[in-house]
């Protein structure tokens, strides 16, 4: 195979921060566009080079598409609100023509499958129009068609992993019962990287996993997979929106992600043109077996991407502030505060919490916490921490593990007690006129009713002890920069 030189735009993503990793595996030379590379900078991608650029300027698109033999597209605007569809239509074809004009042998895509003669999803309409916009270009494009990808921390995976593990009895719309043909996503990337193995394939290509099966039958499928005994009823509902909303409250999705998608589901997708089966060796799984491979990817905390990065929150213009609620199907304690000292400072007094110095607020209920941890079989405090001022990822700090650091910026904790539901606490430091803006937040993931019972009964003690932390953490830090 000769090495190419490569574009991969949508590299923030989901299926694009998979892919690079891959294409690198096999020698190519490989660009990424990205309106915001920071985003990308912990990536351990050696040799690629990472522009930023924006494919609705024409001159940023032309510059990202400079020297380039083959171009994967794979962004789209499903986020940015109901005229996403004029903006997908308008991005495609500029990119097309842009991509002729820059020499480009190929356009590789990754679309939506489904019966264009049947297809009334305005998700579904938009991805196989901008097939065909990218393909007016002149330049020859080879388009996947798929249906849900099933993987750890897709969008479709997880509104179905929520709503198994959090409704026992669920009522659900008359759209579980559409037909659908799931394909795992490791067999998604493997068709996307062989593609460059094929210089004259050019069209479309649906592709799927050897499983034909209704939404409702893929839900009991994980629900028998996780142990679990769950009941799904089919109930007309007279509005996609109300699934959609139901899927924002319950699941990490958001709204103007959920709606597309639930509007899509409404759509029989299944494969009915196997020309990929024979053009391309991939061998594609059936459907138990990708969703125990996303599991044991979860299970292993050694997810590569997900739909959205949910846990890093804190911009420039946001004030001092206290925040309760939820956030894209987390739960959350979000506190704010301006700090007069250098974000070294600040840092450097988050990074002594615990061990056997203890909490500076409420360290008898930490301690307590901890107690009632050991009771159920749990770690408890007992680990304490490796060094009384330094910190370093995967160290065990009382009953959390440190999951990220970012010397001065980041630090992510990772509870690891017993609990109905998966939690964090994380510490944000960043810059400010006046010294530094921090942000603490506890946010919780809960299994079920019962991980929604817990949140609510240690809520009166949140309420007195991570306000009283982040004050306590001001304070330390002003002091050592006075000193």
Same mark, same amino acid.
């Given at each position: 195979?000769?090495?190419?030189?490569?574009?991969?735009?949508?590299?923030?993503?989901?299926?694009?921060?998979?892919?690079?990793?891959?294409?690198?595996?096999?020698?190519? !030379?490989?660009?990424?566009?990205?309106?915001?590379?920071?985003?990308?900078?912990?990536?351990?991608?050696?040799?690629?080079? *990472?522009?930023?650029?924006?494919?609705?300027?024409?001159?940023?698109?032309?510059?990202?598409?400079?020297?380039?033999?083959?171009?994967?597209?794979?962004?789209?605007?499903?986020?940015?609100?109901?005229?996403?569809?004029?903006?997908?239509?308008?991005?495609?074809?500029?990119?097309?023509?842009?991509? @002729?004009?820059?020499?480009?042998?190929?356009?590789?895509?990754?679309?939506?499958?489904?019966?264009?003669?049947?297809?009334?999803?305005?998700?579904?309409?938009?991805? !196989?129009?901008?097939?065909?916009?990218?393909?007016?270009?002149?330049?020859?494009? *080879?388009?996947?068609?798929?249906?849900?990808?099933?993987?750890?921390?897709?969008?479709?995976?997880?509104?179905?992993?929520?709503?198994?593990?959090?409704?026992?009895?669920?009522?659900?719309?008359?759209?579980?019962?559409?037909?659908?043909?799931?394909?795992?996503?490791?067999?998604?990337?493997?068709?996307?990287?062989?593609?460059?193995?094929?210089?004259?394939?050019?069209? *479309?290509?649906?592709? &799927?996993?050897?499983?034909?099966?209704?939404?409702?039958?893929?839900?009991?499928?994980?629900?028998?997979?996780?142990?679990?005994?769950?009941?799904?009823?089919?109930?007309?509902?007279?509005?996609?929106?109300?699934?959609?909303?139901?899927?924002?409250?319950?699941?990490?999705?958001?709204?103007?992600?959920? !709606?597309?998608?639930?509007?899509?589901?409404?759509?029989?997708?299944?494969?009915?043109?196997?020309?990929?089966?024979?053009?391309?060796?991939?061998?594609?799984?059936?459907?138990? @077996?990708?969703?125990?491979?996303?599991?044991?990817?979860?299970?292993?905390?050694?997810?590569?991407?997900? %739909?959205?990065?949910?846990?890093?929150?804190?911009?420039?213009?946001?004030?001092?502030?206290?925040?309760?609620?939820?956030?894209? &199907?987390?739960?959350?304690?979000?506190?704010?505060?301006?700090?007069?000292?250098?974000?070294?400072?600040?840092?450097?007094?988050?990074?002594?919490?615990?061990?056997?110095?203890?909490?500076?607020?409420?360290?008898?209920? %930490?301690?307590?916490?901890?107690?009632?941890?050991?009771?159920?079989?749990?770690?408890?405090?007992?680990?304490?921490?490796?060094?009384?001022?330094?910190?370093?990822?995967?160290?065990?700090?009382?009953?959390?593990?440190?999951?990220?650091?970012?010397?001065?910026?980041?630090?992510?904790?990772?509870?690891?007690?017993?609990?109905?539901?998966?939690? %964090?606490?994380?510490?944000?430091?960043?810059?400010?006129?006046?010294?530094?803006?921090?942000?603490?937040?506890?946010?919780?993931?809960?299994?079920?009713?019962?991980?929604?019972?817990? %949140?609510?009964?240690?809520?009166?003690?949140?309420?007195?002890?991570?306000?009283?932390?982040?004050?306590?953490?001001?304070?330390?830090?002003?002091?050592?920069?006075?000193?």
């Amino acid at each position: 195979m000769l090495q190419m030189r490569v574009l991969v735009t949508g590299a923030t993503g989901y299926i694009g921060g998979r892919l690079v990793p891959r294409l690198l595996a096999k020698g190519h !030379q490989l660009r990424c566009v990205a309106r915001n590379p920071d985003r990308l900078e912990g990536q351990h991608w050696p040799g690629v080079e *990472i522009v930023r650029g924006d494919l609705e300027n024409p001159d940023d698109t032309t510059r990202a598409l400079r020297d380039i033999d083959v171009a994967y597209y794979l962004v789209h605007s499903m986020a940015a609100g109901q005229a996403f569809r004029e903006r997908d239509r308008a991005i495609a074809l500029a990119f097309g023509e842009a991509a @002729e004009r820059a020499g480009v042998r190929r356009i590789i895509y990754l679309g939506g499958l489904g019966d264009p003669r049947h297809v009334v999803s305005k998700h579904l309409v938009s991805r !196989q129009e901008v097939g065909r916009c990218l393909a007016a270009g002149g330049v020859p494009v *080879i388009e996947f068609r798929a249906a849900v990808i099933v993987g750890s921390g897709s969008a479709s995976f997880e509104i179905i992993r929520h709503l198994v593990e959090r409704i026992p009895v669920m009522i659900a719309p008359n759209w579980v019962n559409t037909g659908c043909q799931p394909i795992g996503v490791r067999s998604v990337l493997e068709y996307l990287v062989e593609a460059l193995d094929h210089p004259t394939a050019e069209g *479309i290509y649906e592709i &799927g996993g050897t499983d034909i099966l209704s939404y409702r039958e893929m839900m009991l499928h994980y629900a028998r997979i996780r142990g679990l005994r769950r009941l799904v009823l089919p109930f007309p509902v007279p509005k996609p929106e109300f699934s959609s909303r139901l899927v924002d409250l319950l699941t990490p999705i958001p709204f103007s992600i959920a !709606q597309p998608l639930v509007e899509s589901l409404q759509t029989r997708m299944v494969v009915r043109d196997d020309r990929a089966r024979t053009a391309f060796s991939v061998k594609p799984t059936g459907y138990d @077996e990708a969703v125990r491979l996303a599991l044991t990817r979860l299970e292993q905390d050694s997810v590569e991407t997900t %739909w959205a990065s949910s846990l890093s929150s804190l911009t420039q213009d946001q004030p001092e502030a206290d925040v309760l609620g939820s956030h894209e &199907g987390m739960l959350l304690d979000r506190h704010r505060r301006r700090v007069n000292a250098s974000p070294a400072h600040v840092f450097q007094a988050i990074c002594t919490l615990g061990g056997e110095e203890g909490w500076p607020v409420g360290n008898a209920l %930490w301690q307590l916490r901890g107690f009632m941890d050991r009771l159920v079989g749990g770690v408890g405090m007992r680990r304490g921490r490796r060094h009384p001022r330094e910190l370093r990822i995967g160290d065990p700090l009382d009953f959390w593990r440190v999951e990220a650091l970012e010397v001065p910026h980041l630090l992510r904790l990772r509870a690891e007690m017993k609990l109905p539901g998966r939690a %964090w606490l994380q510490f944000e430091v960043l810059p400010d006129a006046a010294g530094s803006r921090v942000e603490q937040t506890a946010f919780f993931d809960p299994h079920g009713i019962l991980g929604y019972l817990y %949140w609510y009964s240690v809520l009166p003690l949140h309420r007195f002890v991570f306000p009283g932390l982040i004050g306590a953490l001001k304070k330390q830090a002003e002091a050592a920069e006075r000193s």
